[in-house]
């Protein structure tokens, strides 16, 4: 395919906003993907040359683009530069210079869509001496060869900075409309902007089978590959890969004990809800031990303890269970909060030393897939007495997560105030029949804490300090996730030191966001969305000049959250909750 075919259907998807008309573009555009493309069209449709739980990243900022760039078009870095300022985007800078290049440097041949694919993902894998000129003549090979449009797009996909809006539901629905649509008899009407489906109950079923191929392969190329070539018996015959993280189930909020048991039911499962980072821990039948984070992050290496723990004290050949990582204090075996731990995540060097200054407790709480048998939808009580037999209980290393089967409200209260004195957030409500649902939260498991809740918030911009931090961006802003996109906030700096040695530092939060940077303009920055932060609030107030119609009063940042990405922040509908929850109380 050439690489056009796909740069087409990009700036049809910019030219709107609208989720469903998005979608309609998308579902036309893979009935026709040969099956050989279908990899490189679903990843860079993403914006994206790996799956999301692939840890390789491109390793190219925007200085190396501008070099690209130069060499591509022959246009002095002080140019380009001026030009970036103008504009704000690089892409569009590339765009510019590609058309205005004069006639005698153009060697332009069209550009094969794998060949654009190839080139990103040689990106990620080379190092040592002479890299950086190797990645620049990557990238500047690719431009010299492309089309204006073509050149946007491939320096926003290499920089990371899409922003086309599609997310992961637009994604399922598009696979759905492509080639179930002789079942579900989906139209779709761009002037009204509207479907219509003859039947919603068979239009559901088809959605939550392209869903759960999804949560469990992590690939919507997978998934298209299966759809189109073996239809609904395809999407039900995918197997979950140990080794390959499926998205964590995320809990909703409830505000009292009468909440939690109304949602998931009585009896329910209550369970020490732990202040540490969600760990995926693979085991596979040849005894590799691999773990992810809940932003599908590998950090085996970080955690030999853990990995240890799992070796020496989990039964079975092959498994994938779900635990909390918690921090503890060497004197008093108290738990510690997460931002104790936290720098673990990212540690490459020392790992030995930070396992023993920093250990963790693994609190065992669910198993996914146990001897290669699928245990998504057995009852949680069933795979809760799993993990009892399984696991063997070496406190400090690894455990159970402690719970209770109970209908009685003082019971609840009384073991939420054992969990808090233990250093725990609170409690988790877990109904005993549920299936285990990848990603989604759906009431099958609620949380409960008495503390007004906090909000992981993505960074897409920033703002140069004045006087003594003129040398620092010092006000950032914030974000939260809706449709694949990030709705602004507000702006929040509260909470950080000037001092590193007194906690979170402005310094330190510089040196995480400038090579982040993708434009400047003054003193204000654009940020590409990758750094969340865990943000408190006194309130959050309706806001008409806010892209997401709501801002915080009075925000604090508590801690960067190393173990989460950008897609894993708070989304909007979450923003909601939260607003129309304190207006109750």
Known sequence: ????????????????????????????????????????????????????????????????????????????????????????????????????????????????????????????????????????????????????????????????????????????????????????GVKYTKEENDIEVEDREVYNKYLDAVQSAYDVTNEFSVVVKAAKTHGLKGLENIEMKVGIPIQVMLALKVDTVEEGFETVGKPAAIEFKYDGFRIQAHKD???????????????????????????????????????????????????????????????????????????????????????????????????????????KHEPKKIVCSKNKTTSNSHDVEKFFKESVNAGNEGLMFKSLKSPYKPGARVGYMVKFKHIMDTLDLVIVGAEWGEGKRARWLSSYHIACVDQGGYLEIGKASTGLKEKKEEGLSFEEMTKLLKPLIISEKGKEVKIKPKIVIEVGYEEIQKSPTSSSGYSLRFPRIIQVREDKGSRNASNLLYVKELYASQKKS
């Open 1 to 184: 395919m050439e690489y056009s075919k796909l740069v087409e259907i990009y700036e049809d998807l910019n030219k709107t906003t609208k989720r469903l008309e998005k979608t309609h573009v998308i579902s036309e555009f893979l009935k026709n993907v040969h099956l050989d493309d279908i990899e490189h069209v679903m990843l860079l449709l993403e914006g994206r040359a790996f799956p999301n739980y692939d840890p390789r990243e491109t390793g190219v900022a925007s200085r190396l683009m501008l070099k690209a760039i130069n060499i591509a078009t022959g246009t002095t870095v002080d140019k380009i530069e001026k030009e970036w300022k103008k504009k704000g985007d690089l892409g569009l800078v590339a765009e510019s210079l590609i058309k205005t290049k004069k006639q005698a440097t153009l060697h332009s041949t069209k550009l094969n869509l794998k060949k654009v694919f190839d080139n990103i993902r040689k990106l990620a894998e080379l190092e040592g001496q002479g890299t950086v000129d190797r990645k620049t003549q990557l990238i500047a090979e690719l431009l010299t060869s492309s089309k204006p449009l073509e050149a946007k797009y491939i320096v926003k996909t290499i920089l990371g900075v899409m922003r086309i809006g599609v997310g992961e539901g637009v994604m399922r629905d598009a696979i759905t409309w492509a080639f179930f649509n002789d079942k579900i």
């Open 285 to 391: 039948h040849h005894g590799n031990i691999r773990l992810f984070t809940r932003r599908l992050e590998d950090v085996t290496k970080q955690f030999p303890d853990a990995v240890e723990f799992i070796k020496k004290y989990v039964k079975g050949k092959s498994f994938i269970i779900d635990s909390e990582a918690v921090g503890y204090s060497k004197k008093t075996g108290q738990y510690l909060p997460f931002q104790n731990i936290s720098q673990r995540i990212k540690r490459k060097y020392d790992i030995d030393k930070m396992s023993k200054d920093f250990p963790v407790e693994l609190n065992v709480f669910d198993v996914i897939n146990y001897q290669g048998k699928n245990l998504l939808n057995e009852e949680f009580e069933k795979r809760r007495k799993l993990i009892e037999k399984i696991v």
